[in-house]
């Protein structure tokens, strides 16, 4: 659709200045990145801010409901489990390992992914159809199928899980970073560029990184959502973080046979685990849709 | 031109099927323990069992010759013994994947009633309150771990209301003779027993796990098929039939639809590999007799010819369903042909 500057004033902010007044005026998005610091804070000083320690009993307290409803008590906000555990307290670590490992994961991925992916980008030949082929077979197996997989060779265990999860990634993302730099490559500015005589590494790290930065970001939000949601799943299953880890799937799988007497400590973890995702999904989104936005201008 | 296609997928799923088979081969090494007993599910006890095992799986020629032999055996359908049960594998795998398949299927039905109508729907009156209200609810669905749906639906509909069982395939009132392994199907073969009540009581089993099954896939759905139709509303040839004066719905009906949907093909077919996984989720939570579940208690188990024999199944089942999704798309759409490999 053709469009019309109505007023002829320039704007000459910063990319990441314009990025940033665009997205801010997405609200649920803006919301989704509050959420979103929030927990990372929350994944970065649990331990500091927790009443309890994670595994510390009180016999007299067992079973106590949230401090909303009449059977409360106060000093346990969000109730105890059946071993007198602070649920709170158990949550706020949990967000260390579920949100925190994840981050982790998500950023592992990132790092060998761009550099596998830009490899990939810029082979020609044997090489590269090698790779393709490669990533054909990995791609069409789903993430958590093969961090199941991996599972089963490493055996069950948390590290064994987050390793699991960044080998499945690592597919899709180094296929994503791949077909950005083959989009980017065909491009006539750096055509030109490499007329100028620059090398591989320049067109690389000056040409093309500054142009896709922003996508790599929009893809590191997936991978962490699906990191999010493998680590949780594989906890739930008893094949990642065991028990006692604080882990929100594990708390889930540890408190199911509770779901009669203290359906809290089921469905507590559960809403955790949703709004981290869904604010994960929300900044990508927002991230999405103003760089569409920027296309189209 | 087509048949060319045709083969180079052809190609390049006997590589991948050759890649598995090899992948699979190799795990009973990368596996903790004698990967004798591991390929063979038989823990070698005395001397003359274990040297008469190794004759027949050639343990002591080089790994090629043992693959070659692994894949013989592969293809007899011999595929060592479960360390829990003692019984030959392929047979369990026979066993359990109708069921896992019968659920992934009626799931997938659900998506693409629901999906497809619901983004062609969100496209239709974009940006406008039902597109937002499409919008957001999938989000939420797309956030939604599937695990715990699985746990809210439970609680709400079978510990609250009572209206549905929260586990298995079946009441145990009622006895089918197993044909298809297709629960509804060996019910209508059996003629409807029980005055129909055994086919209601299956559809009450089945109704929950194909909700929480059908979630994801649903959303992925919608949110494709939206974007689908917003990039070819946008194109030149919609303004075209626009200008010519063409009201909203002949453009979406007559236009915008044939050429949105074609994408939308291929999109069903890949969601099948991620049923198949969440699948393993639900059947878990549900106790539902299915591959997934077999397999993950396999892993809790150790049981290595097991998770082996499974592993296979259903990584060749997801290749199998990924190629044939690639190719009924390309046989509806002739412009995909061109392009080259290295695209899922």
């Known amino acids: 659709m053709a469009k019309f500057n109505i007023f002829s004033e320039e704007s000459n902010k910063s990319p990441l200045a314009r990025f940033w007044r665009k997205f801010k005026n997405n609200h649920p998005a803006l919301v989704g990145l509050w959420i979103f610091v929030a927990f990372a804070l929350l994944a970065a000083s649990a331990p500091l801010l927790a ?28 109730g105890t489990d059946d071993l007198g555990r602070d649920v709170l307290s158990r949550l706020m670590n949990g967000a260390t390992y579920t949100f925190g490992l994840s981050v982790v994961a998500a950023l592992i991925t990132t790092i060998i992914g761009v550099l596998v992916g830009t490899f990939a980008g810029i ?4 090489r590269s159809s090698f790779l393709n082929h490669l990533l054909d077979i ?94 949780s799943a594989l906890g739930f299953l008893k094949l990642g973080a065991q028990p006692p880890t604080t882990e929100w799937g594990a708390i889930l799988a540890e408190n199911l046979g509770l779901i009669y007497l203290a359906p809290w400590t089921v469905a507590l973890p559960g809403v955790l685990l949703f709004l981290a995702v869904l604010s994960t999904n929300l900044v990508g989104d927002g991230l999405r849709q103003v760089l569409k936005a920027r296309k189209a201008d | 031109m087509i048949l060319d296609y045709i083969l180079r997928r052809l190609g390049l799923l006997l590589f991948m099927t050759l890649m598995l088979s090899v992948f699979t081969f190799s795990i009973s090494y990368l596996f903790p323990g004698d990967p004798l007993s591991n390929l063979s599910g038989v823990p070698s006890s005395n001397f003359a069992q274990h040297s008469e095992l190794e004759d027949k799986y050639l343990y002591n020629s080089n790994y090629f010759v043992q693959y070659i032999a692994f ?81 809210l639906l439970i609680m709400v509909f079978s510990l609250k209301l009572g209206w549905f069982p929260m586990s298995g395939r079946m009441g145990l009132l009622y006895e089918i003779p197993a044909n ?31 909700i929480v099954l059908a979630m994801y896939p649903t959303t992925v ?33 007559h236009h ?4 949105a949907l074609l994408p939308v093909i291929k999109q069903i077919g890949l969601q099948f590999s991620t049923l198949i996984t969440l699948a393993m989720i639900t059947e878990v939570i549900f106790s539902w007799p299915g591959i997934g579940r077999w397999l993950i208690d396999s892993i809790y188990q150790r049981d290595y010819p097991a998770i082996q024999g499974g592993l296979m199944a259903v990584s060749l089942f997801v290749i199998l369903a990924t190629i044939i999704a690639e190719l009924t798309y390309t046989l509806f759409d002739p412009l995909s042909r061109n392009q080259a490999h290295g695209k899922v």
Request: hydrophobic letters at 50%; glycine letters at 6%.
């Open chain 1, 51 to 78: 009443p309890y320690g994670v595994n510390q009993q009180h016999s007299d307290a067992l079973l106590i409901p949230p401090s909303w409803r009449e059977m409360g008590d106060v000093r346990f906000i969000l």
């Open chain 1, 123 to 126: 082979s020609r030949g044997i």
């Open chain 1, 138 to 231: 990995t791609l069409s197996i789903p993430s958590l199928l093969l961090a199941i997989i991996i599972i089963a060779i490493l055996g069950p265990g948390l590290m064994n899980t987050v390793w699991a999860i960044i080998l499945a990634l690592l597919p899709q993302f180094i296929h994503s970073i791949r077909n950005l730099i083959v989009d980017e490559l065909n491009k006539d500015y750096i055509t030109a560029f490499r007329l100028d005589g620059a090398s591989n590494w320049h067109i690389i790290s000056r040409g093309i990184f500054p142009n896709i930065y922003e996508h790599i970001v929009v893809i590191f939000t997936m991978a962490l959502s699906t990191a999010i949601l493998d680590i």
């Open chain 2, 71 to 151: 894949l013989g055996r592969i293809f007899q359908g011999d595929w060592g013994l479960s360390f829990a049960s003692g019984d030959n594998v392929f047979s369990h795998i026979v066993d359990l994947l109708p069921a896992t398949l019968e659920l992934s299927v009626y799931a997938l039905i659900i998506s693409i009633v629901v999906g497809v109508p619901a983004g062609i729907l969100g496209s239709a009156y974009y940006k406008r309150w039902p597109d937002k209200l499409i919008n957001s609810t999938t989000m939420v669905g797309y956030s939604m771990p599937v695990f715990w749906l699985a746990l």
């Open chain 2, 180 to 210: 298809t392994g297709f629960i509804l199907i060996d019910i209508a073969l059996a003629g409807f027993p029980y005055k129909g009540m055994a086919f209601l009581d299956a559809l009450r089993h089945l109704t929950l796990p194909t």
């Open chain 2, 221 to 253: 759905l919608v949110r494709f098929t939206r974007e689908s139709m917003l990039k070819v509303m946008d194109q030149s040839f919609i303004k075209t039939a626009r200008a010519k004066g063409l009201n909203r719905r002949q453009l979406i009906i």
């Open chain 2, 256 to 259: 915008a639809l044939r050429n």
